[in-house]
C-alpha cells in the first residue's frame, strides 16, 4: 500500500478523497495527522497554498511518504477551490510527469498495452497492466490514435505510418457550434466596462477573496435561452447568451465597451469537418479543417439568429437602456448583407467533437461501451465520441459519458432509464 500525502484542513474532503480510493493500491494520510517535526517553511509573500504545498513536500521527505507528480506519478491539484485542500489523480507509481508528451499506443497483437511518451528530451514508455484510456480530446485523440497506427490505412500508408487498425472514421465527423454576436450601446452606465477601471478591479477581487460573492463569483454568461430560428424544426435549434456588456478583441487584448451583447450558437449544424496530421512527428500540431459554413442549411441558420436576436433586443423591456447598435452596423439589414456578417465574424464556440464516434457502421470508431473496434484494451472518453452534436453545452454530457465508461469499467450494471420532462415538450404558443 502507497501513502500519499494530502495538506487539508477539511476532514469532510479527507473522507471523500480516501473512499475514492478504496480498492486501489493508494492510501491518504493528512499532513495534519503526522507526528512529525516539521520546520517552518512559511515565506514572506506566501499564500496559504503555497505553504500547504512545501509543508507537505517537506514532511513527505522527513516521513518517507510520497507526494507530487514528480516524485511519483502522482499528480495533485486543489480539490474545489479550498485552501489547501489537494486530490489526487493516479498515473501509477512510475508514471510520467505533468510536462510528459505522448507519441503514440503502444499496441501488441492487437491489444493496447501501454504508451511511449518524452519527458525532459527522453523517451520513456508507460505499460499498462489492465487497459488504456483515451481522454485527449476532440483534436488530440484522433491525432494520437493515428501516430498509432489506428486510421484509415490508406491515409496512415501515405503518412508512413504502420496500420494497426483500419479505421476510417478515425479524425472524421468533426463538428463544432459556431457563434454569432449582436451587440448595442447601452444609455446607461451599468455595464460592466466599470471593471476595467483599476479601482473597480481592486474591488472584486477583494469582494471575491473575502466573501466568494460578487461580479468576481459570475461568469457574466448566465442569462440566455434556447429558441426556435423557423417554423420548420421540432425543437430549439439556437441558443442564445446574454452579457451586460459589450466587448471586442483588440489583437490579444479583450476591450469593454458601455453595452450588451447576445451571442447566438447554431445548435445542430450539418457541416463536417476532419481532423488530419501534419506528418507522423507527435510534436507537429495536427491539421484541423472545421469546414464551417459549407452546408447552406448552417447558413441560413445564423442568418436567422441575427433576425431572431434584433426582434428579442428591440423588446420594451430594453428601451430605457437600448442605444445606436454597434454589431452588425446599423445599415446592415439584408439577407445579402447579414450573410457577409456572418462569413467575417462568426466564430466557434469551443465545442468540438465527434472525430472518434459511437456506432456500428464503417466510420464508427468506438463501439457502444466506448471501446476502441479491432484494438482490445483501449477505450476513447471524450467529446470524439459523440455521433452527433448535441443541442447544447457540451461539458454536463461530457461528464455522464465519463460516468457511463466508469461503470463499464467497473462491471456495473445501468441504472434504470428517466424520462425528464422540459419546457420544449409543450409546442403551443408562439416559437421565440
Not at 486501489?24 to 509573500?45: Q, R
Not at 420548420?232 to 479583450?254: A, I
Not at 496530421?277 to 500540431?285: A, H, N, Q, V
Amino acid at each position: 500500500m502507497t501513502e500519499v500525502l494530502l495538506a487539508t484542513r477539511n476532514r469532510h474532503k479527507l473522507k471523500e478523497v480516501r473512499e475514492m480510493l478504496v480498492g486501489t493500491e493508494f492510501t491518504v494520510i493528512s499532513t495534519d495527522e503526522l507526528d512529525a517535526s516539521i520546520p517552518e517553511v512559511i515565506e514572506d509573500g506566501d499564500t496559504f497554498e503555497a505553504n500547504a504545498d512545501k509543508k507537505a513536500r517537506t514532511l513527505a521527505k522527513l516521513t518517507g511518504r510520497i507526494t507530487m507528480a514528480d516524485d511519483s506519478g502522482i499528480e495533485v491539484d486543489f480539490l474545489d477551490g479550498a485552501p489547501g485542500v489537494y486530490s489526487a489523480r493516479f498515473a501509477g507509481v512510475d508514471g510520467p510527469d505533468a510536462d510528459a508528451a505522448n507519441n503514440r499506443l503502444l499496441i501488441e497483437n492487437n491489444r493496447a498495452v501501454g504508451v511511449e511518451y518524452e519527458s525532459m528530451g527522453t523517451t520513456h514508455q508507460l505499460r499498462a497492466n489492465k487497459a488504456v484510456i483515451i481522454s485527449c480530446g476532440a483534436i488530440k485523440t484522433p491525432q494520437l490514435l493515428m501516430l498509432s497506427g489506428i486510421g484509415s490505412a490508406d491515409y496512415l500508408k501515405s503518412m508512413n505510418i504502420r496500420t494497426q487498425a483500419d479505421l476510417p472514421g478515425v479524425g472524421q465527423n468533426l463538428q463544432d457550434h459556431l457563434s454569432v454576436t449582436m451587440g448595442f450601446e447601452c444609455k446607461k452606465p451599468v455595464t460592466l466596462h466599470r471593471l476595467t477601471h483599476p479601482l473597480k478591479k481592486l474591488q472584486v477581487g477583494a469582494q471575491w477573496l473575502l466573501t466568494r460573492s460578487g461580479i468576481g463569483a459570475s461568469n457574466i454568461w448566465e442569462m440566455g435561452g434556447m429558441v426556435y430560428g423557423n417554423q420548420n424544426v421540432d425543437h430549439p435549434n439556437l441558443q442564445y447568451h446574454f452579457t451586460p456588456v459589450y466587448s471586442e478583441w483588440t489583437g490579444r487584448k479583450l476591450e469593454l465597451q458601455q453595452g450588451y451583447q447576445l451571442n447566438c450558437d447554431q445548435l445542430r449544424p450539418l457541416s463536417r469537418g476532419e481532423v488530419r496530421l501534419r506528418s507522423s512527428d507527435p510534436r507537429d500540431r495536427p491539421a484541423v479543417y472545421f469546414n464551417y459554413l459549407s452546408q447552406p442549411h448552417d447558413l441560413r441558420e445564423l442568418i436567422e439568429s441575427l433576425k431572431a436576436m434584433q426582434d428579442i433586443l428591440a423588446q420594451p423591456a430594453f428601451d430605457p437602456f437600448r442605444s445606436r447598435r454597434i454589431s452588425p452596423a446599423p445599415d446592415v439589414t439584408s439577407d445579402r448583407e447579414l450573410e457577409a456578417f456572418v462569413r467575417s465574424t462568426a466564430t466557434t464556440d469551443y465545442h468540438p467533437c465527434g472525430t472518434c464516434k459511437m456506432g456500428d457502421d464503417e466510420m464508427a470508431v468506438v463501439d457502444q461501451a466506448l471501446c476502441v473496434r479491432g484494438v482490445d484494451g483501449l477505450r476513447v472518453v471524450d467529446a470524439s465520441v459523440m455521433p452527433d452534436i448535441i443541442s447544447g453545452n457540451l461539458n454536463a454530457p461530457i461528464q455522464m459519458i465519463a460516468e457511463r465508461a466508469a461503470d463499464y469499467i467497473l462491471g456495473k450494471p445501468a441504472l434504470s432509464a428517466e424520462y425528464a420532462r422540459f419546457h420544449f415538450s409543450d409546442q403551443s404558443g408562439d416559437h421565440y
